[in-house]
């Protein structure tokens, strides 16, 4: 043996293991003509390219393995980390992004615009994608039930006459629809206990509840809901929102699902309230264009909202709709 | 120093953790990063990267751990999952009756499946070079990931703590470290004792906030019909409430895994775990918090906290040396269970 003395300064301590008995061996680790060479209760050497060295780490035991499943545990990082670097061993990208603060800083910055942008313009592209994608006899499916159940728990039955509500069915039949293809729908007409409102169901059953029709000042207001509700099928709204709430709260449970469920419930259902915002948005304007289509003044839709905004003194943050002064201001804005 | 092998005064081992939150952080933002960016796929080497390091911060007798796991197998089980999870979904939402056949089939499967992800969890981890295993066969995993619980279903829960006890025999009897097999002595009776422990401190904390809390809370109701503080006095009823729940539940996680580990011997080295309710309680509470207050980023953080507070309160009092396990002859496990499992959020901890 030929020791050569200027490389000995680069002897560290080590815990050996066999990988057949979990008996310690303590040894010295040393690097020549590249080799790795074991001294103390073991003897042993191995070329530096069969082994595999664990990820650089400022708190975890760094580990060199052989081939064969022994391997060496070695405490002292900063001794380690010298003698690597005089093999020239490198680590990888991803591990010296991790090492650092400043690519930690990097990747947090990164990250941050990363799910802004995915939930701000890729989510809603995909689940507009994945919902037209959908045949329309299988999210009609996917609404089934709704309306039975509602009927069992929010529903009386209506208290319109027969006529009237046959009278305002022909009326918006009669209107032209924007766009090429009309979704199928059925308007109902139900006494609720939950006061004014309209809604469309994925199954193509439009509800209108007989306050809603109480509260509206003309038949032409009537028809803007009705419009505005068509506007929410033609666009699957529903079904849309339900592929984008399900997407952030599988993103939401597997960011904080580790942690606490209750935590990652909040994030989709404060979310949502924004594409809810977005949706409303659009079955307005979708109004907007049928009714003009139909020489219906927009005064009677901006006239709804009016009517609606009557009855809501809720805050403005945390709504599912846009402000009733909003919607106005925009219907008249498009009248001009 | 051979003098004290007929030394009956076991040593006592701890167990220390040297993960630390921030070195945590800069792993798991960068891991979360490309996971994003590759839309999941990342996901899988992210895991494998989060356990090396973990692993390796967990330190028995001067001797750390090692996962070996790898990642390809574990993107294979994710893309499994996905897909079976995913098609249970879309089937439930068509019609019930594709759905109920979907869930025929998951429950036919799933059992297996948790057996494979035991399998490869334990198998792909090792200390001082000796890998674990978990035995058992396919009808064991049957007879307790599917049959009892639905016996149980039947007896409206009350057959829960012996299912539990049940299911931690099977898991720790079977499992081994290289040749060596683990025993459980847990009884039956204890779990059950665990829970009504549990139960009762529940339901009498929840009786008194009802009774006080809430009685307030609609005596100022009647009082003043219209006044804007009532909302507030309805949702300080409701956190106190939370506060309750989020209380008694490290109650229950504490006591369970003080029973658990507390009656785990590998061979003839006693388990030990000392975790204390108001530690737990602290701990969960103002992790928690941190993670609402941040938006998340404190989770790593909160992360190490936990683990580091549960394994550093665990210890093995081992009688003799623990020079002596030998490895197990060789074998080969999937990993499809295992990402199965870790979609599904079974956590076999506890």
Known sequence: MHADKQEDRATLAARYFDGQTSRLYHVTLSVRDGMAVLAGDIERSCPLGELHVSERSSHAVRKVSFPDGAYLEIADQAAFNDLLHDTGHRDGWVVRLQQSWRGALLATVATVLALWLSYQYLLPVVAKGVAYAIPQSVERQLGQGVLDFLDKHVFEASKLAGARQQALRQQFARLATPGNSTPEHRIVFRKSKIGPNAFALPSGDIVLTDEMVALMPDDEAIMGVLAHELGHLQQRHLTRRLIQTSAVGAGAALLFGDVSTVVATLPPLLLDLKYSRDVEREADDYAITMLRQNGIALEHLAQVFVALGKLDQGTPYLSSHPASAERVERIRAAQR | ?350
């Open chain 2, 1 to 350: 120093m051979d003098f004290d092998t007929n030394n009956t005064t076991p040593k006592r081992e701890a167990i220390t953790f040297s993960a630390t939150g921030s070195e945590y952080f800069r792993i798991w933002i960068v891991n979360l990063l490309l996971s994003i960016v590759t839309l999941g796929i990342y996901s899988a080497w992210a895991k494998v990267r989060r356990n090396r390091y973990f692993y390796s911060s967990t330190h028995l007798a001067g001797s750390s751990f090692e996962y070996h796991g790898n990642a390809v197998a574990i993107l294979k089980g994710r893309i499994a999952a996905v897909v079976l999870i995913g098609g249970y979904n879309i089937a439930l939402r068509v019609s019930p009756i594709v759905g109920l056949l979907m869930f025929v089939l998951l429950a036919a499967i799933l059992p297996w499946l948790v057996w494979k992800s035991l399998q490869f969890k334990l198998y792909n981890t090792s200390y001082r070079g000796i890998r674990f295993g978990f035995g058992g066969s396919a009808k064991e995993a049957y007879k307790y990931f599917l049959w009892l619980p639905i016996l149980n279903t039947f007896t409206a829960g009350l057959m829960t703590p012996f299912l539990h006890q049940r299911l931690k025999r099977f898991q720790h009897t079977q499992s081994r470290f290289g040749s060596s097999q683990f025993s459980f002595d847990a009884t039956v009776g204890s779990f059950y004792k665990t829970y009504l422990l549990f139960f009762a401190l529940l339901l009498g904390g929840l009786l008194v906030l009802i009774f006080v809390v809430f009685g307030s809370v609609f005596a100022s109701f009647a009082a003043h019909a219209n006044d804007a503080t009532k909302v507030g006095s309805l949702l300080f009823a409701i956190g106190a409430l939370y506060l309750w729940m989020f209380t008694v539940l490290p109650l229950f996680l504490t006591m369970i895994q003080n029973l658990i580990w507390n009656h785990t011997r590998l061979q003839q080295h006693q388990f030990q775990s000392q975790l204390t309710w108001g530690r737990t309680t602290f701990i969960m509470l103002t992790n928690l918090l941190g993670i609402v207050v941040t938006l998340g980023l404190f989770s790593p953080f909160a992360h190490v906290r936990w683990l580091k507070y549960r394994l550093e309160a665990t210890s093995m009092l081992v009688h003799g040396s623990l020079d002596e396990f030998v490895a197990a002859t060789g074998q080969q496990v999937s990993a499809t269970g295992e990402g199965m499992a870790d979609l599904l959020d079974f956590d076999l901890s506890m």
